[in-house]
């Protein structure tokens, strides 16, 4: 019953809302995932961010191309493992892939199967650049033209980002499903009717093993830059925020991203992000403005070149923090 509710709740809903929540998930998803275990912003529209160059975020303009006034000599993209984020079931494929919590019921009824396992996005495959010379102002031109990238990376101009490093990858979103009682699949007819209801695209594909049937939908149509890291943090930013967090319940904090993360009903997502706008502001966490936000995060008070030994002083739940208060403000602000 709750189940065919979900089905005629989710049908009165105009798609551009469901597809403005989904994409406020999906933001809301990457955020925590890479502030928390990569140190690093994520990027949603300009997939061509190259190590070294100085962008404008959150527009993620290139303001200055590496190729221009920074010579860091050859540069190879390397792979790394891919890189796998967990979701809740009901929230996969609408956060990977625009894929709807009725769509997935229709699936579900259709064929009997049901919703398996836990759902994912990945990064696959994923790799970072390499490049023979770090970003420093030896490595600049002496052309005039070229004085803003001196000044963001000896941290005169603090308006900017400059790019430490990059991660590349291709982003899909994968749900698992089986058939009802364990029962066996006919892979090729399964498969047909699946594409079918999930519709004829090459960003869906459908793959059938026994009674298993998994989805995988591209979000990226091919590889590029989905998240950045800064050459500065503010150490002291992220001790004060971590504070403010501890201060206002993490557990409160995190259980109120968590339930916007999931499949809600109408109406359900814009109430629940009134009310965590409201926990913002009165925990003094709040950030109008996300160009504010992230600047905050690179310099107040302290500006620290973001290296290993930086790294190894700032506490891996700091970043945890910061990645549950960006998700936060992705949910209900921005």
């Known amino acids: 019953m709750r189940r065919l509710f979900l089905i005629l709740a989710f049908a009165l809903m105009s798609s551009p809302a469901l597809a403005d929540m989904y994409q406020d998930q999906y933001k809301a998803v990457m955020a925590r995932y890479f502030l928390a275990n990569h140190y690093a912003v994520p990027i949603f529209t300009n997939g061509n961010i190259r190590k070294g160059d100085i962008i404008q975020y959150p527009d993620e303009g290139?303001?200055?191309?590496?190729?221009?006034?920074?010579?860091?000599?050859?540069?190879?993209?390397?792979?790394?493992?891919?890189?796998?984020?967990?979701?809740?079931?009901?929230?996969?494929?609408?956060?990977?892939?625009?894929?709807?919590?009725?769509?997935?019921?229709?699936?579900?009824?259709d064929l009997d199967l049901a919703i398996s396992g836990i759902a994912r996005i990945a990064i696959d495959p994923a790799s970072r650049e390499h490049t023979e010379h770090e970003p420093s102002t030896e490595r600049v031109s002496n052309d005039k033209k070229c004085d803003l990238v001196r000044f963001v990376i000896d941290g005169r101009e603090t308006a900017y980002l400059m790019v430490s490093d990059i991660i590349r990858g291709q982003v899909k979103a994968r749900t698992q499903m089986m058939a009802a009682g364990g029962a066996s699949?006919?892979?090729?007819?399964?498969?047909?009717?699946?594409?079918?209801?999930?519709?004829?695209?090459?960003?869906i594909g459908v793959s059938v093993s026994g009674g298993?049937?998994?989805?995988?939908?591209?979000?990226?149509?091919?590889?590029?830059?989905?998240?950045?890291?800064?050459?500065?943090?503010?150490?002291?930013?992220?001790?004060?925020?971590?504070?403010?967090?501890?201060?206002?319940?993490?557990?409160?904090l995190e259980l109120?991203?968590?339930?916007?993360?999931?499949?809600?009903?109408?109406?359900?997502?814009?109430?629940?992000?009134?009310?965590?706008?409201?926990?913002?502001?009165?925990?003094?966490?709040?950030?109008?403005?996300?160009?504010?936000?992230?600047?905050?995060?690179?310099?107040?008070?302290?500006?620290?070149?973001?290296?290993?030994?930086?790294?190894a002083n700032i506490p891996p739940e700091h970043w945890r923090a910061l990645g549950v208060i960006a998700a936060a403000h992705e949910l209900s602000v921005w």
């Open 62 to 109: 290139r303001v200055v191309p590496r190729k221009n006034c920074l010579d860091l000599g050859a540069s190879a993209f390397r792979d790394v493992d891919a890189l796998d984020i967990t979701l809740a079931n009901e929230v996969s494929f609408g956060v990977g892939a625009g894929i709807s919590v009725q769509g997935l019921a229709q699936i579900e009824a």
């Open 212 to 252: 298993v049937a998994m989805i995988e939908s591209r979000r990226s149509p091919s590889v590029r830059t989905v998240a950045v890291k800064s050459r500065f943090v503010s150490t002291y930013h992220l001790a004060r925020l971590y504070h403010l967090y501890q201060a206002a319940g993490p557990s409160d």
């Open 256 to 311: 109120r991203v968590d339930e916007m993360l999931r499949g809600v009903e109408p109406g359900v997502f814009d109430r629940l992000a009134a009310d965590l706008n409201d926990f913002l502001q009165k925990h003094e966490l709040i950030e109008r403005d996300k160009a504010q936000f992230y600047n905050k995060m690179r310099y107040l008070e302290t500006r620290d070149v973001l290296d290993e030994k930086t790294l």
């Open 185 to 203: 699949l006919e892979a090729g007819l399964t498969q047909k009717r699946l594409q079918a209801l999930l519709g004829d695209t090459p960003r």
